[in-house]
């Protein structure tokens, strides 16, 4: 079995690009060599990740997370057990999405709209939320 952990955290200071470059090598580094995969999405000043390997590392891994003065506040959304990990072939996948973009997807009728939301980012989050 898969652990996997959920949580949001809001940034401490307005990130840039090389601030997310910054973050990402540091924190692929250390996934790679703990076995932890998952996912970072980044928006108006949000991050959520979902963080999956094995209890203790991603335990430990969050407990750094929790104390990174790049965050003010960090909040657990829900944590268990999956058969096996969503993402697999990254240490740390990313992304980046504006309010703008979820807005504008919410309001339109395009019939390919419905399948690309299905699609989105988010929406794998939550389907990993009820895959257990
Ligand atoms: C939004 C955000 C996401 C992060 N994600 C990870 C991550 O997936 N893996 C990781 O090792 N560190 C991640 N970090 C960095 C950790 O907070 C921490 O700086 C790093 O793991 C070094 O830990 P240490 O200071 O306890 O040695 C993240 C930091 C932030 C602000």
Same mark, same amino acid.
């Given at each position: 079995?898969?652990?996997?952990?959920?949580?949001?955290?809001?940034?401490?200071?307005?990130?840039? !690009?090389?601030?997310? *470059?910054?973050?990402? @090598?540091?924190?692929? *580094?250390?996934?790679? &060599?703990?076995?932890? +995969? &998952?996912?970072?999405?980044?928006?108006?000043?949000?991050?959520? !990740? @979902?963080?999956? &390997? /094995?209890?203790?590392?991603?335990?430990? @891994?969050?407990?750094?997370? *929790?104390?990174?003065?790049?965050?003010?506040? +960090?909040?657990?959304?829900?944590?268990?057990? @999956?058969?096996?990990?969503?993402?697999?072939?990254?240490?740390?996948?990313?992304? !980046?999405?504006?309010?703008?973009?979820? /807005?504008?997807?919410? /309001?339109?009728?395009?019939?390919?709209?419905?399948?690309?939301?299905? /699609?989105?980012?988010?929406?794998?989050?939550?389907?990993?939320?009820?895959?257990?």
């Amino acid at each position: 079995m898969i652990y996997y952990l959920l949580y949001y955290g809001v940034e401490s200071f307005k990130f840039e !690009q090389k601030d997310f *470059e910054e973050l990402l @090598v540091q924190a692929r *580094e250390r996934n790679e &060599g703990l076995g932890i +995969t &998952g996912k970072l999405i980044y928006c108006e000043g949000t991050f959520i !990740q @979902v963080l999956e &390997g /094995n209890e203790y590392s991603v335990k430990e @891994v969050y407990q750094s997370i *929790e104390k990174d003065s790049r965050l003010i506040a +960090t909040k657990i959304v829900a944590e268990g057990l @999956v058969g096996e990990r969503y993402f697999k072939d990254w240490s740390m996948d990313f992304n !980046q999405i504006s309010l703008n973009s979820i /807005n504008e997807l919410e /309001n339109c009728n395009h019939p390919n709209v419905g399948e690309y939301i299905s /699609n989105a980012p988010a929406v794998k989050l939550l389907k990993l939320l009820n895959a257990k």
